[in-house]
């Protein structure tokens, strides 16, 4: 019996020895194979009485079941000695710069990313956004804002015009996107509520004026609108824009003649360094200009002034991109460097919504 | 319009701060522009008395004063030779900035004697050059008074801003009138006087023009002795930015400040016979007192003599017949001009005056008599003489307007805000409108000097003004739904979409102007003369851009003069085909340059980005056209693009033979030095109002049902040995056909041209992927599809399977 136990202490301790797979394979088919060592004491088994056969086949058995597990292991053993040192041998420098894709690099310009912005504040107090030409006729830019011909804010605007016509007249670039009100009124029926943000046109240029820029007009137009709805909906607005709890506004008579009344309005703010905090401060900045649609201008649009009325607002969007993000200088705006961009750009993943918030 | 704070107080009677009434014109319409005051500048100095004087022990020429300041007495040491007791001047205490010497006082020891301030020369205060000695004033004022106090030099200038509609304001009279009815004061009556004068005026006065011109009216005055008109005059208006000339001119100038009613003096000498207001005749001219000759026509209003033109009504008199300190009789104009005629002439001469631009906004047409009357007053005060009766041609065009006014209901509608028909009386009653309340209505009287008001709207902006718009209380708008609803046109989705997929394609927005070069433009079919402004900046900025594309070109050679040399831009927004509102359209235009793709830029370790070529910008095309809504599989793509692109390697997608949603591809390299571009650049243009809109599927959003199976795809790769020019779409579209319910896939994984192949041959292999749907594919099956797939590419392409 020793003699088995012999065996297997023997042949065990080959296979611990044992420090690789072609060792172990051979350790295997000499024990195990059909003229291994193990193998052959099975041969021996039919010399045997019976009443031993049995309990001889255990222990053989019991034998090769042991060397089979402990060839496993060792098996498994080596395999992860193998792929450790494989591993070892695969080492990167973990260190080497990447490549961090596409949405890195895309860039979403300012002015487009406020646009977004005040669709999301606007659209939640329930206006519809509304588009028009940039070239404009007279009626549109002009006439039907109470505008005559001869009104010195022609002058005043600093139009470009377009070559004059067979007819005597000239298109002009939109001066305002005030024009959409007039074509928003002309194609639907009140009640309306409409922002109409696009492109304007100016003849001007320095650093805080640009032969273009971009407005957003509002206009209300039902039966109840009032000034006070006005002044909620641009202390709403701003508050929201800004993102502060209290904005402050000041309300100044001033004349525009497409409103009356017509105010312009300044808030409160404060300048630290570069940043501009609204809501703030001591001073007073201009922001906007608003009024109540003047009876003239519903009239040219075929509304009856006694039944109908309501609010309309321009703000300069570029104006609201550089106060808000810090740009100091419009004409950076549209000069289109990559290093401007890439800086005052936005991410393609900062999505302006109400309730993620707006600013990026 | 400037005026001084004195000035206004020569109307208005006022116990109110400078800063009160600035606040109040800014709220109330006048928006202070800005404020130039004196006194803050001598805030420091006070009124000093030099309690005595005696020699300085240990210096000839100095002197140690004890001074009172009002707050006790110090000692100071002065090397003034008019130092001496009793003597009043400025003094100014430690810590005072001396502007003259630019020096802080400072506690000093001079020569060993302590001095505590100084007594200052009029050039330490920068009032003069005077510096021989201490200011030494003949005055009452107590020491500790400030200085400027004493010396009038405590009136502030105030500057405030005019909107076109208040032409009342341009006069001091009328600011004042605005500060009344805020409640800053009352107004102090008025101080004109009528003078009946003597004998009638020798000289006639005519209207030949009555549009340009309706009402004239006239005196002479004379036995005038001109000369130089009076220190307050002078200051005032010093103070507003006139040059003072003589006591006539001045005279006119004051009026046209004080009252808004410009006024003109002629030397009645140099008249000769009559005047008259009239249309200039072609070939006329005259000198103007600005020293500039201009040219007149019909469509201005000239004023004449029998001999020639005197000047333009309502804009400038002329040199040859103005007044002079040598002038003895005066012929003085009060009259009205038609503010567009006069606007008109103005613009077309470009002749600015303060005159025009009072008469271009509107003259009280009322104020002609009274004008004149003021200046008679004016002129017998400052120069004396004889007047003559006056003398008047034409009518005044007064509006005599009467508005009814439901005064409570008509501001509560527009305001939201109640205030009560007393409230709204006084404040137009103090801005100058009559008013009459009968019941709930009121009938409003509208002043002459008010050419702006019209209607109710009118009255209620005038009422509100100065009531205050942030007294008005903020309103909620009335929400229209719980849940805002969406709001955005697919158009407007389709923009945003575009900016954020294209944006995440690592391309940078620009934006970039709507006008650029005419050369540009018409590189890219635009630069029609019909968009061609006729005003433009430069022109660099003259012609709307008939793409994007041209504004990107000229932004990539600027940023590669700064060094950016690979990189992506795009531009989402409009371009113009022509000048109607049609012709305007929305695209969205990409440009890649240098080495550049998804990946990135450049060079790096892992692979360099390649040069950008026609595929990088088709996948740009392709993806936005997918995330717009649109099927890829249903377009098709032809060579034709516009000659802007390079022939060979550009495309146009087209959905249908009518709709071109996009052009893609290399740029051709001869427009591109055109545009001083080198490099390699490829571009594309997508056109968002072209895309079809999705039919509308009632509001359901429920998808259809999925339909999946999970037996095993097969796949079989092929290469075709097809005609060099074969599109490779057509085969990939034959595979496809072959069993339309089997195969799931066609991809097209190589394309490979050699010599090998023979000069017009190319392979294309293509990898089909079979999905079972019912059981797995035996091998027979596999091979019948195979077979069939083989058989519709040679048919398709008249291509053969390579063995």
């Not at chain 1, 109908?308 to 549209?334: N, S």
């Amino acid at each position: 019996m020793s003699e088995i136990k012999q065996l297997e202490t023997q042949i065990l301790a080959a296979i611990a020895a044992s420090d690789d797979l072609t060792g172990l394979e051979d350790i295997r088919v000499s024990a195990l194979g059909k003229k291994g060592s193990v193998s052959a004491l099975m041969k021996g088994l039919g010399q045997l009485p019976p009443d031993e056969r049995k309990s001889f086949g255990q222990q053989v058995n019991g034998v090769k079941q042991a060397l089979n597990q402990a060839l496993g292991d060792k098996k498994t053993a080596l395999a992860d000695i193998a792929l450790a040192k494989r591993l070892a041998s695969e080492s990167a420098d973990v260190t080497l710069p990447v490549r961090t894709g596409p949405l890195a690099e895309g860039r979403i310009h300012p002015i487009s990313q406020v646009m977004d912005e005040i669709n999301e504040i606007f659209a939640d107090m329930g206006f519809d956004i509304a588009e028009g030409p940039d070239i404009e006729d007279d009626f549109h830019n002009f006439t039907a804002l109470n505008i005559p011909a001869e009104h010195p804010a022609r002058q005043e605007q600093d139009t470009f015009y377009f070559p004059k016509r067979a007819d005597g007249s000239s298109l002009v670039l939109r001066t305002h996107t005030s024009p959409v009100q007039i074509r928003t009124m002309l194609s639907r029926k009140p009640p309306i509520r409409i922002i109409a943000p696009g492109r304007v046109y100016r003849i001007d240029s320095d650093q805080t004026h640009t032969p273009m820029f971009h407005q957003v007009e509002g206009l209300v137009i039902d039966e109840e609108t009032h000034m006070g709805h006005l002044k909620w909906v641009l202390e709403e607005f701003l508050k929201a824009f800004f993102e502060v709890e209290n904005v402050q506004m000041r309300f100044r008579a001033n004349h525009f003649p497409f409103t009356e009344p017509s105010m312009e309005v300044d808030v409160r703010y404060k300048r630290v360094g570069n940043e501009v905090r609204i809501g703030e401060g001591d001073e007073w900045m201009e922001i906007l200009g608003c009024g109540m649609v003047h009876p003239n201008v519903l009239k040219a649009v075929g509304y009856d002034p006694d039944q109908l009325q309501g609010f309309a607002f321009g703000v300069g969007i570029d104006r609201l991109a550089m106060l808000k993000y810090g740009a100091p200088d419009l004409r950076e705006f549209f000069a289109a460097d990559m290093r401007w961009l890439k800086h005052y750009g936005f991410g393609v993943l900062d999505v302006p919504t109400l309730a993620g918030g707006l600013g990026s | 319009m400037k005026f001084t704070l004195s000035w206004l107080k020569e109307h208005l009677d006022t116990k109110a701060s400078l800063e009160e009434i600035c606040d109040a014109l800014t709220i109330t319409g006048l928006e202070v522009e800005g404020i130039d005051d004196p006194a803050q500048k001598f805030a420091a100095y006070v009124i000093g008395e030099v309690l005595d004087a005696q020699p300085h022990p240990d210096a000839d020429k100095l002197q140690v004063l004890s001074v009172d300041t009002g707050n006790g007495s110090v000692q100071v040491v002065c090397g003034a030779p008019n130092a001496r007791k009793g003597l009043k001047g400025a003094f100014a205490p430690v810590g005072t900035y001396v502007s003259g010497i630019d020096m802080t006082l400072k506690k000093a020891k001079i020569r060993g004697v302590e001095s505590f301030g100084m007594m200052c020369s009029e050039r330490e205060l920068e009032l003069s050059q005077e510096h021989d000695g201490i200011i030494d004033l003949k005055t009452d004022a107590k020491p500790g008074t400030p200085y400027a106090q004493v010396v009038g030099l405590d009136d502030p200038t105030i500057e405030i801003a005019i909107t076109p509609n208040r032409p009342d304001a341009l006069g001091v009279r009328g600011v004042a009138r605005d500060l009344v009815a805020a409640g800053l004061g009352k107004l102090k009556k008025d101080p004109l006087t009528q003078t009946k004068g003597q004998g009638d005026c020798p000289i006639k006065i005519e209207v030949d023009s009555p549009d340009q011109c309706p009402v004239f009216a006239g005196r002479l005055i004379t036995g005038v002795k001109n000369g130089s008109s009076p220190d307050w005059l002078q200051q005032r208006l010093k103070a507003v930015g006139l040059r003072p000339i003589n006591a006539l001119v001045d005279m006119t100038n004051y009026i046209s400040y004080d009252r808004g009613r410009p006024l003109h003096v002629y030397d009645a000498d140099k008249l000769k016979g009559h005047i008259r207001a009239r249309a200039g005749k072609a070939g006329e001219q005259f000198l103007a007192l600005d020293g500039e000759s201009y040219k007149v026509d019909e469509r201005m209003c000239v004023i004449a003599d029998d001999s020639s033109v005197l000047g333009l009504g309502g804009i400038m008199g002329g040199e040859e017949s103005g007044c002079t300190s040598n002038t003895t009789s005066v012929f003085i104009e009060s009259a009205w001009f038609d503010p567009i005629n006069t606007a008109m002439t103005g613009r077309r001469l470009n002749l600015m005056s303060d005159a025009r631009y009072r008469f271009e906004r509107g003259v009280d047409p009322s104020s002609v008599e009274d004008g004149l009357h003021l200046a008679t007053q004016m002129v017998l005060d400052l120069c004396g003489g004889a007047p003559s009766k006056i003398e008047i041609a034409g009518k005044a065009p007064l509006r005599k307007l009467t508005i009814e006014l439901e005064a409570k209901k008509q501001f509560k509608r527009l305001t939201g805000a109640a205030l009560s028909e007393k409230k709204i009386e006084k404040i137009l009653e103090d801005l100058g409108f009559k008013v009459k309340t009968k019941g709930d209505g009121m009938k409003v009287k509208v002043p002459e000097w008010r050419p702006d008001v019209h209607g109710p709207a009118d009255l209620v902006e005038e009422v509100v003004r100065i009531y205050g718009v942030d007294n008005i209380p903020t309103t909620p708008l009335r929400a229209l739904s719980g849940v805002a609803k969406p709001v955005l046109t697919i158009r407007q989705k389709r923009v945003s979409r575009a900016r954020r997929l294209l944006a995440g394609r690592g391309l940078v927005e620009a934006i970039t102007y709507s006008f650029i070069a005419r050369t540009h433009a018409s590189l890219f079919g635009g630069g029609a003369d019909a968009v061609e402004l006729a005003n433009p900046i430069s022109s660099d900025m003259s012609s709307m851009r008939p793409s994007l594309m041209p504004g990107l070109l000229a932004a990539i050679k600027r940023n590669r003069a700064r060094g950016v040399v690979d990189a992506a831009l795009f531009e989402v927004g409009q371009s113009y085909r022509g000048d109607q509102p049609e012709d305007q359209y929305v695209s969205a235009c990409g440009i890649r340059f240098g080495q550049n793709g998804m990946d990135g830029s450049g060079r790096h370790w892992s692979g360099n980005a390649h040069s950008v070529d026609l595929f990088d910008v088709k996948a740009d095309c392709m993806a936005l056209l997918c995330q717009l809504g649109i099927d890829i599989n249903k377009v098709q793509v032809t060579r034709d693009a516009p000659d802007w692109y390079h022939p060979g390697r550009s495309g146009v997608i087209r959905l249908g033979p009518k709709i071109i949603l996009a052009n893609f591809g290399e740029l051709h390299p001869g427009m591109l030095g055109k545009m001083a571009v080198s490099g390699a650049v490829a571009g594309f243009e997508l056109f968002i109002d072209n895309l079809p809109v999705p039919k509308r599927k009632g509001t359901s959003h429920t998808r259809s049902a999925l339909e999946i199976t999970d037996l095993q795809p097969v796949k079989r790769d092929f290469a075709f040995l097809v005609g060099l020019d074969t599109p490779a779409i057509d085969v990939v579209r034959a595979a496809q056909s072959a069993d339309k319910k089997l195969i799931e896939a066609v991809n097209v994984f190589d394309s490979f041209e050699g010599e090998a192949l023979g000069a017009d041959k190319k392979s294309l292999a293509i990898e089909v992927t079979l999905l079972p749907f019912e059981a797995t594919l035996t091998d027979k099956q596999i091979e019948e599809v195979a077979s069939k797939v083989i058989a519709a590419v040679t048919k398709a392409t008249g291509g053969e399977i390579r063995g």
